[in-house]
Structures are given as C-alpha cells and as structure tokens.
Nanobody
Framework: QVQLVESGGGLVQAGGSLRLSCAAS????????MGWFRQAPGKERDFVAA???????YYADSGKGRFTISRDNAKTTVYLQMVSLKPEDTALYYC????????????????WGQGTQVTVSS
C-alpha cells in the first residue's frame, strides 16, 4: 500500500507563505491522483486542492487564487504552496491519494497521511 508523509507546516503570520510537502511511497505514484484536505478544531475535514494523473488541478473556493498544488513524479512528492495566509487557514493539513478518483469527495480517496499543522496568527 501507499504511505504518505506530510511536512512543511508551522507557525506564520497573516499574509505569510508556506509550502507543504507530501512524500509518497510506491513506483506507481504517477498513476495516482493526489489531494490536500484540512481540519480545524471542531470542524469537518474539508477539501483544499487536488491534482490528477495528467497534472490538472482543482481547488476549493477557500484557497483558489492563493493556493497552488503541484507534483514531482520523479520525487514521488506532491506540494501545496500557500500564500497570503489568513487566520482561518489554521488547521491540520492532510495529504491523500487515490488510484481512480480526482475531486473533493473525501470518501473516495484510498490513502491518508498523518497530517502537518499550519497555524496562522493575526
């Protein structure tokens, strides 16, 4: 099975930037769609962004224009570049992968990482 490990989270001030990384195991990485979700205390795990096998991207309205998802198949790594961060972006960010799905439905993804914390102060 695929193992996912997130990194790059931290504490930043509002308006700052942060790049999250998700390292994935497996030689079939290029065949997977990848995504990012986030969960704040007391809230549900919400979709953030996804990228499919061909590099097509899809974003939630919350991050559109501020977040950029990308992938490096040679390094089997997916990234989430976040700029103009807001306090409401504070959450635990999860990386996820799917063998056959590309979208915002959390139940359709096959594998999940442990998450990396992003905290944005005012």
């Amino acid at each position: 099975q695929v193992q996912l490990v997130e990194s790059g989270g931290g504490l930043v001030q509002a308006g700052g930037s942060l790049r999250l990384s998700c390292a994935a195991s497996g030689r079939t990485f290029r065949n997977y769609a990848m995504g990012w979700f986030r969960q704040a205390p007391g809230k549900e795990r919400d979709f953030v962004a996804a990228i499919n096998w061909d590099g097509d991207t899809y974003y939630a309205d919350s991050g559109k224009g501020r977040f950029t998802i990308s992938r490096d198949n040679a390094k089997t790594t997916v990234y989430l570049q976040m700029v103009s961060l807001k306090p409401e972006d504070t959450a635990l960010y999860y990386c996820t992968a799917s063998t056959n799905y590309y979208g915002r439905n959390r139940d359709a993804y096959n594998y999940w990482g442990q998450g990396t914390q992003v905290t944005v102060s005012s």
